[in-house]
């Protein structure tokens, strides 16, 4: 929604890292998330953070919180041509999930 | 792996039919979720259930109705399809504490002639 923002696209070559970033406004939220989805299909569950941490890794996952800018990021280690999706931010407020438009994540070999 | 299902998958319809899309989830997950989303672009909660006979709209407007009878199904019903209901329709349940985190199912893509 407009209350969470994220850049449309990324390109980025087999091997390299991948660096989502997303920005959110309200100072409230308590869970913040990133979903995959591939095309044609639902929404995956990547991974989550609470707003009391600064950081969390998971494999190639890993998750940066920066409160203060409310800024939260999501880098992919050795990115594979499987990583090619929309991968979504989205914020837990209000008893809801608000979620950003979407980055178009486009692995070149 | 959630345990969330969608049915039909794909839906052609024409103008006037009434449709119901089903969902079901066998996680015991008292909240449930409609969202809907266009190609490309973000979801939007049309609307949700924190358990059996409690239905809300969610923040964007829809003539589709839901009902919430068993925990475990959520169907969405348009009484009357029309074009501008042609889109991805996507279901997608939570528990409640702690972290909330949604699963989803694969989605319905509708499309209204």
């Known amino acids: 929604g407009e209350d969470v923002e994220q850049s449309l696209f990324l390109s980025v070559r087999e091997g390299d890292s991948s660096v989502i970033n997303c920005t959110y406004t309200d100072s409230s939220s308590t869970y913040l998330y990133w979903y995959k989805q591939e095309p044609g299909a639902g929404l995956q569950l990547l991974t989550y953070?609470?707003?009391?941490?600064d950081m969390k890794q998971d494999q190639r996952l890993t998750v940066l919180l920066n409160k203060k800018d409310k800024h939260l990021s999501l880098r992919i280690a050795d990115t594979q041509t499987g990583d090619s999706a929309i991968y979504f931010c989205?914020?837990?407020?209000?008893?809801?999930?608000?979620f950003g438009a979407g980055t178009t994540v486009t692995v070149r070999a | 792996e959630a345990d969330i299902y969608q049915t039909p998958r794909y839906l052609v319809i024409g103008t006037g039919k009434k449709i119901t899309l089903e969902c079901s989830q066998t996680?015991?997950?008292?909240?449930m979720y409609w969202y809907q989303q266009d190609p490309g672009m973000e979801l939007h909660l049309i609307h949700y259930?924190?358990?059996?006979?409690?239905?809300e709209k969610g923040d964007l407007s829809s003539e589709s109705t839901v009902s919430r009878i068993r925990t475990e199904h959520f169907p969405l019903t348009l009484e009357s399809a029309r074009p501008s209901h042609t889109s991805q329709y996507l279901c997608?349940?939570?528990?409640?504490?702690?972290?909330?985190?949604?699963?989803f199912g694969p989605g319905t893509r509708l499309l209204v002639l």
């Open positions: 989205a914020e837990w407020v209000d008893y809801k999930l608000s």
């Open positions: 996680m015991g997950h008292d909240k």
């Open positions: 953070i609470f707003s009391n941490m």
């Open positions: 259930s924190y358990g059996v006979n409690s239905t």
């Open positions: 997608a349940s939570s528990a409640d504490r702690p972290q909330e985190t949604q699963y």
